[in-house]
């Protein structure tokens, strides 16, 4: 019995019978193709047809409405263009004389009709459907973007602010959409030091999505200013620092120590522990000077030895300075040619006194009103003491800031020397040798 099963496995005609059923079958469904094809053509035409407009009469109709120009009828006297099917005649608008044409020919010309009303429909209503798509899709992300915008956008309240200073200190930067690329950048030095008291403030509608998007404490400021690239000494730049000043005015109302810096400070080290070595000053302020006081010592500069001009990119203002920063703003809006920096200086020498013997090197400013010290210029580096003289690596130590200062080509100029550096955040590992450690590899946050 096992024998017989294994010779008839084995027997030649089971596969010319597998391949007869199979050919069979393929011929089958070819039949049924051949003869299925003028059966749905005959049911169409007798039966669903005569409950349809003709298609063909109203292409014709929409030809004529172009030309302006009837098409022949039967018996017309307008010469056929040689060459052209009647297709091609009837689709491109040309005259057709419809009594020349077989059946055969009116019915392609038909099946065309068909298919163009088809396509034209068919594209109608795909069109009106990705309308209402796109529609839906807007106002999805509207209603998202304006939930996440609130979420974010703090309201400058003291119980808000407050909740995000930490032991009364706040940082502050403010960027329009030009800069977002320097605000993120500045963002993520600041959670790489582990330093969550901070805002941004949002110069236009653009750059407050993006933070808000991201996360980022930030607060509307509606400056009404340009998005784009403010442009150093420009009249939209001298409109910024003023926006700048009337922040700090705001946070000291609010009772917090702030401490404002511009959008290319990059911050290396959180300084508040430097900071709180020196409660009794109301304000300290970066400089220009270029050769340190002090060495390497972590201590304010000596003044007026350290006498260059006072950089007001990276300052701290205490409460008691108030006043001070009200007359600085009253100053700066009552003539729009005054800088910014320039009057700072101006109204922090005025009657200045200097203290030889204090041993925190601070000295009193504003008459004598307020007591101000210079910040240690190879700890709070300008763009030349960093980039140029590279301070920090002769003295050996590691800066609190670094303000891309002392270059001459603009915004692309202060990215580049970050990048060089090794300072920015956005696929700079192009810019640096693989060996060399990069800001993303000591832990930047995307």
């Known amino acids: 019995m096992k024998q017989s099963k294994q010779q008839l496995e084995r027997s030649p005609f089971r596969g010319l019978a597998v391949g007869i059923i199979a050919a069979t079958g393929l011929l089958l469904l070819f039949l049924l193709y051949l003869l299925g094809r003028p059966l749905y053509w005959k049911f169409y035409a007798e039966v669903i047809h005569r409950y349809e407009a003709d298609p063909v009469l109203a292409l014709i109709r929409e030809l004529e409405q172009e030309s302006g120009q009837p098409l022949a009828a039967a018996g017309g006297n307008r010469k056929v263009e040689p060459g052209a099917s009647p297709q091609q005649q009837l689709v491109t608008g040309k005259h057709v004389d419809l009594s020349k044409l077989t059946l055969e020919q009116l019915e392609r010309l038909k099946e065309k009709a068909r298919e163009k009303q088809w396509e034209d429909e068919w594209w109608k209503l795909y069109q009106k459907k990705e309308d209402e798509r796109r529609v839906k899709m807007a106002a999805s992300h509207r209603s998202k973007e304006k939930s996440t915008i609130s979420m974010f956008n703090i309201t400058l309240t003291r119980e808000n602010v407050h909740r995000v200073a930490k032991d009364g200190y706040l940082f502050v930067t403010w960027a329009n959409h030009h800069y977002t690329d320097f605000a993120l950048t500045w963002v993520q030095h600041m959670r790489m030091q582990n330093i969550t008291n901070f805002m941004v403030g949002a110069m236009d509608d653009r750059i407050l999505a993006s933070m808000a998007r991201r996360s980022i404490p930030t607060f509307s400021m509606q400056s009404g200013l340009t998005t784009g690239d403010f442009g150093w000494g420009s009249p939209t730049f001298a409109k910024m620092g003023r926006k700048k000043i009337n922040l700090v005015a705001m946070f000291l109302k609010l009772d917090v120590q702030v401490v404002i810096s511009d959008v290319d400070v990059m911050w290396l080290r959180d300084p508040v522990p430097f900071f709180k070595r020196f409660t009794d000053a109301d304000v300290l302020t970066s400089t220009d000077h270029l050769t340190p006081t002090v060495g390497a010592r972590e201590e304010l500069e000596k003044y007026p030895e350290a006498g260059s001009a006072f950089n007001i990119g990276i300052m701290l203002f205490r409460k008691k300075a108030l006043p001070f920063v009200e007359e600085w703003i009253h100053i700066i809006e009552s003539d729009d040619k005054i800088w910014d920096q320039n009057a700072f200086n101006d109204l922090a020498r005025k009657g200045q006194q200097i203290l030889p013997d204090d041993p925190n090197h601070f000295f009193k400013g504003d008459e004598g009103k307020l007591l101000m010290g210079v910040l240690p210029l190879a700890y709070f580096a300008s763009g030349h003491v ?54 993303r590899g000591r832990g930047a946050c995307s």
Do not use: C, D
């Not at 980039?387 to 990215?415: D, E, N, W």
């Not at 020397?417 to 590992?429: K, V």
């Open 386 to 439: 960093y980039f140029t003289q590279r301070m920090h690596t002769t003295l050996g130590i590691q800066p609190y800031a670094v303000h891309a200062t002392f270059q001459f080509s603009g915004t692309p100029g202060k990215k580049n020397r970050f990048r060089e550096a090794g300072l920015w955040a956005e696929q700079f590992e192009y810019f640096r040798p693989k060996s060399e450690q990069s800001l």
